[in-house]
């Protein structure tokens, strides 16, 4: 079983950087893969980015891709989303989750999901 808990979303201005967070409980975090999803109002829920339990490996969206970082510390169980450049359209609530399937995209093979945070991107 496995916990998570997000934070550090907010209302930030285009081109500003945000950065989340994510929460893991369990002794066994390293041995999942985690990843970043993300939901605007009336869209379904879409993939961000992924990293490996070792966290030598990452997986981003084509619309993220080069603007935002995943990165991880086992050492804290903490999962992170570095969020550069931010646009209008990144507005959403964004999730963390686990999977044991490395670099996946697909919602459904992610076994557990945080509550969500929001983050608005507004002038």
């Known amino acids: 079983q496995v916990q998570l808990v997000e934070s550090g979303g907010g209302l930030v201005q285009p081109g500003a950087s945000l950065r989340l967070s994510c929460a893991a409980s369990?002794?066994?975090?390293?041995?999942?893969?985690m990843g970043w999803f993300r939901q605007a109002p009336g869209k379904e829920r879409r993939f961000v980015a992924a990293?490996?339990?070792?966290?030598?490996?990452?997986y981003y969206a084509a619309s993220v891709k080069g603007r935002f970082t995943i990165s991880r510390d086992n050492a804290k169980n903490a999962v992170y989303l570095q969020m550069n450049r931010l646009k209008p359209e990144d507005t959403a609530v964004y999730y963390c989750?686990?999977?044991?399937?490395?670099?996946?995209?697909?919602?459904?093979?992610?076994?557990?999901w945080g509550q969500g945070t929001q983050v608005t991107v507004s002038s």
């Open positions: 369990g002794r066994t975090f390293s041995s999942y893969n």
């Open positions: 990293i490996t339990g070792s966290g030598g490996s990452t």
């Open positions: 989750a686990a999977s044991r399937v490395a670099g996946t995209s697909i919602r459904a093979e992610y076994d557990y």
